[in-house]
């Protein structure tokens, strides 16, 4: 999309040039509670890039006749996980890979479209190592951790050569050589992409990889099958009980660890652009058993979506981010202008990015185009039938290259749109919207990729580390693989190398009661036969989510969903109608499962937001922004990872920290004017 | 609008199954088919009924789980996929009969999901380039011209939903197969594998109980991922060359 640039911070935050909805930034208050631990994550020493290779030769090996003795639990199936069970089982470990989906290459992995960044600098415009690490680190807006970050970026070139060994058909110029394009965040062509299905490509390449090891017995599939919990075994992960989806058979698993490797939570505020599946439900369930749930207020939201059209709206679609560079977004200049676009003369018309960053216009940021069209449409200029969507005008485009040059660029989104909206965008302007569509933040893991409970790991998306506070395009898809085929073959020895032999039977204690305990909520759930459907109170959720904790949040409206949230859940578990039986597909208690942790993890997620006491990255908390609208970072009290620890049902879970460390790079201040 | 429905329900996969009629009333036309569904099943969840089921992720046209058959074709009218289908192609009054994707080789799970693991297990057959982690060469190492690169890409873009398998009168899955062999057959990469890699998948296909082709191309006119048949003339010419080879050998 766009570059930035870095300034300094004004010197009177609080001047005459402040607008009236930006009040002077109150004064930075201690955190409300003192953290109770400071957590270690186990980086190595040394310098920067000498950190991973370093560890690689001080990490605990496995000989490969040992490795056959080992069983290694991988839940989902997506770029992490794929990539994990097959590089696993390839060096010889025993993997037992699990995923809902009714066959793992429909994770949703699959979806992604744009690219995948690799620092190749094939393009000669001066990529490197370096500087994909500062892009990443300062697009996270300083809230991630060096060394793994650098260490994401040091693998990202074997991930392509991975990926092409496979037989990924990414884009190739004439001569036969990788293509690549550009991306958001960043000067130089680093993204390496098919079509506009990246993410399928490289999803297929590890499925292609995982089928391998299906066929030779080293990975054993199970498909329509879902997590419900973990299982603790003298306080390590030592196995989960699964729900069989089509015969509801609830069973334990034993394995030597555990990798989460289940995607984002999105879903929590029901619409988004996941897929309708995904959910928190094995995430959450580890965060029940104690492991740590690490910045969950570090959402984003994708300012190009095409806007809900009603109340049955189930998902949203993404529209490539592209369209920005040839769309014009405008609202109308007067409140409830209910005319026709085309019937709005150009005085009536306010093209508001272009008059607010008139260097970076339509280009703006994610997070910067998605809170401006949100303040336009509460301001009362929103257009279409709900009022909550902008206009992205081509008409200027149109004339400028015709209708051709656009379709040529654009036109499979122009399909996509008309088939969606009914509308045609070459002649009316296209209404879109900001919507959820990756969360940055997870549960919390060490160097290692492993989190506070010993043999659980979390690869992914489902795990917080490397993104910071804001994701940029192209670098979900390095991540998932870097995880997946570099890192965890490597870092998993130092776990398990201590461990053999110690894999417990999955009859003992410990999973029985973990089994009974999912037999009995599932009794429960089927039991309550009340009037109201799952769908009704997840979209209930979601709309306190999206109006109280979404693109702008503030200590009053945290305040309103953390009171509003506890009596939907109690009207959850008194009042939802989940019919149909445990013992069978029944599709109704899967979604009430999922629902019932969204409904616990939404409170944790307001808790996090009301806590963090600034704005950075996808979190903005409108008590903490410069005159001009930016966000306002306090490092003083804030460059830390905030890690939550449950501390029982209905008691308020623990805020622990793990400071961030700058050795390399500056915190500076973002700015995109 | 309001639409009289013709579902096919079916307890397990044991279980007969029958058309039951099914009322939608108001269904906005801006809403997707599988949301008409929901809206039907929030009716009867409503009055305390299960729910249909149906298989269904994304939602938007990619992963390629939702099967639905409609009015007898695979994805019904839509463009793509079942997911992208909008009620605006329908009228108010409308009678729409729902099945699930027909096939010998996919028995239904329930309503309207089916059992499409023979297509995994085909893939597993052979549907790979042996590339362990780790042991790649660097990526520009090999140039792939832009032509060859394009046509793979074209093979490998099959979503693997088993459409062309419901619309084919033998339950043929040589396009899906063909689609996979095909992209890795152009690519210098899989020419190593290139004759068990025909051999082993065909064969796995025809023990998972698909038909051969016999050219209706009805897989063509269904295909979500427009998926040229040509694929299919290219594992043919695949198969045959690789039995002549595996004879010799």
């Known amino acids: ?673 | 609008m309001n639409l009289h429905l013709k579902v096919w329900r079916q307890k397990e996969a044991k279980s007969d199954g029958r058309l039951v009629d099914v009322e939608a009333r108001n269904i906005p036309e801006d809403c997707s088919f599988l949301e008409m569904l929901d809206i039907v099943n929030e009716d009867l969840v409503g009055k305390g009924e299960e729910p249909i089921a149906f298989d269904h992720d994304c939602r938007e046209g990619i992963c390629g789980t939702c099967s639905l058959t409609i009015d007898g074709v695979p994805h019904g009218p839509s463009e793509t996929t079942t997911c992208q289908l909008y009620m605006r192609k329908f009228k108010d009054g409308d009678t729409i009969h729902i099945e699930p994707f027909r096939a010998r080789p996919f028995p239904v799970v329930r309503d309207l999901m089916v059992d499409r693991s023979a297509f995994d297990r085909i893939q597993q057959a052979g549907g790979f380039i042996t590339a362990r982690t780790g042991s790649a060469p660097e990526g520009n190492s090999l140039p792939i011209g832009k032509h060859l690169a394009d046509s793979a890409m074209e093979a490998a873009a099959c979503i693997g939903c088993g459409a062309c398998v419901a619309a084919c009168p033998n339950a043929s899955a040589m396009l899906f197969v063909g689609a996979k062999v095909s992209h890795l057959a152009l690519l210098p990469q899989g020419q190593a594998e290139r004759t068990s890699r025909a051999l082993k998948m065909v064969r796995t296909m025809d023990e998972e109980g698909f038909g051969n082709c016999s050219n209706y191309l009805e897989c063509e006119a269904v295909c979500p991922a427009e998926i040229p048949a040509s694929v299919i003339a290219r594992l043919n010419r695949e198969y045959a060359l690789a039995s002549v080879k595996d004879g010799v050998a």
């Open chain 1, 1 to 673: 999309m766009s570059s930035s640039t870095v300034r300094k911070a004004p010197k009177d935050p609080a001047g005459p040039s402040a607008p009236t909805a930006a009040p002077a930034p109150p004064p930075p208050a201690p955190a409300l509670h003192p953290p109770a631990a400071v957590l270690d994550a186990k980086i190595p020493s040394g310098a920067l890039e000498k950190k991973w290779e370093r560890h690689k030769f001080e990490s605990k090996l496995i000989n490969p006749a040992n490795r056959r003795k080992y069983e290694i639990i991988v839940v989902g199936s997506g770029l992490a996980g794929a990539s994990a069970a097959a590089s696993l089982a390839e060096m010889g470990y025993k993997v037992k890979c699990f995923c809902y989906q009714d066959s793992p290459r429909r994770a949703h992995s699959i979806a992604a479209q744009g690219g995948i960044n690799a620092a190749k600098n094939y393009q000669n415009d001066g990529d490197s190592v370096f500087r994909l690490f500062y892009d990443t680190i300062k697009g996270g807006d300083f809230r991630s951790r060096e060394a793994n970050v650098y260490r994401l970026a040091e693998v990202s070139a074997a991930i392509i050569d991975q990926c092409v060994a496979q037989g990924v058909p990414f884009a190739r110029e004439y001569g036969g050589l990788l293509a690549n394009r550009s991306f958001g965040g960043a000067q130089v062509s680093r993204t390496f992409y098919a079509r506009g299905q990246t993410g399928q490509q490289l999803l297929l390449g590890a499925y292609s990889a995982l089928c391998r090891q299906i066929a030779e017995g080293s990975v054993t599939m199970y498909p329509r099958t879902e997590m419900l919990d973990l299982v603790l075994v003298d306080g390590h992960a030592k196995g989960i009980v699964v729900r069989d989806m089509v015969t509801g058979a609830i069973t334990s698993h034993a394995g030597d660890c555990v990798l989460l490797c289940t995607g984002g939570y999105g879903n929590v505020f029901y619409l988004s652009t996941n897929a309708k599946g995904c959910n928190v439900t094995a995430s959450y369930r580890a965060y029940k058993r104690g492991a740590l749930f690490a910045n969950p207020c570090y959402t984003q939201i994708h300012p190009t979506c095409i806007p809900q059209a009603g109340e049955y709206q189930s998902k949203l679609t993404l529209m490539s981010e592209s369209l920005r560079n040839d769309g014009r977004v405008w609202v109308p200049r007067e409140k409830g202008d209910k005319r026709r676009p085309g019937e709005i003369p150009e005085g009536d018309r306010d093209y508001y990015l272009e008059r607010k960053y008139p260097s970076f216009g339509n280009l703006a940021p994610r997070d910067i185009a998605s809170r401006s069209a949100k303040e336009a449409c509460d301001d009362g200029r929103g257009v279409g039938p709900s009022g909550f969507g902008v206009y992205l005008d081509f008409a200027d485009a149109i004339q400028r290259i015709g209708e051709g040059g656009i379709r040529e660029r654009y036109g499979n989104l122009f399909d996509m749109y008309h088939q969606i909206t009914g509308e045609n965008a070459y002649q009316v302007p296209m209404r879109i919207y900001p919507a959820v569509h990756y969360t940055m933040g997870g549960l919390w893991v060490d160097y290692d990729l492993m989190s506070n409970i010993p043999g659980l790991f979390v690869l992914g998306e489902a795990n917080f580390s490397d993104h910071g506070a804001n994701r940029l395009g192209a670098s979900a898809l390095m991540q998932g693989l870097a995880d997946g085929y570099f890192v965890i073959p490597y870092t998993i020895g130092n776990y398990l190398a201590p461990q053999m032999g110690k894999r417990p039977a999955a009859n003992r204690e410990e999973f029985q009661k973990a089994e009974a305990e999912v037999r009995e909520r599932t009794t429960r759930l089927l039991g309550i036969k009340g009037k109201r459907t799952v769908d009704h109170f997840h979209r209930e959720l979601g709309r306190i989510m999206w109006d109280y904790c979404g693109m702008a949040r503030n200590a009053k409206s945290l305040d309103r969903a953390l009171k509003q949230i506890p009596p939907l859940r109690e009207e959850f578990w008194k009042n939802v109608n989940v019919p149909g039986e445990g013992e069978a597909l029944n599709v109704s208690l899967e979604k009430a499962g999922r629902v019932a942790d969204f409904l616990e993890f939404g409170e944790l997620l307001c808790l996090d937001a009301l806590e963090r006491r600034e704005s950075c990255g996808g979190h903005f908390r409108e008590e903490w922004q410069y005159p001009d609208g930016e966000a306002r970072r306090d490092d003083e009290h804030f460059q830390h990872v905030a890690a939550w620890e449950f501390t029982g049902e209905g008691a308020k879970p623990n805020r622990q920290v793990e400071p961030l460390v700058f050795d390399t790079v500056h915190p500076s201040v973002r700015s995109y004017k």
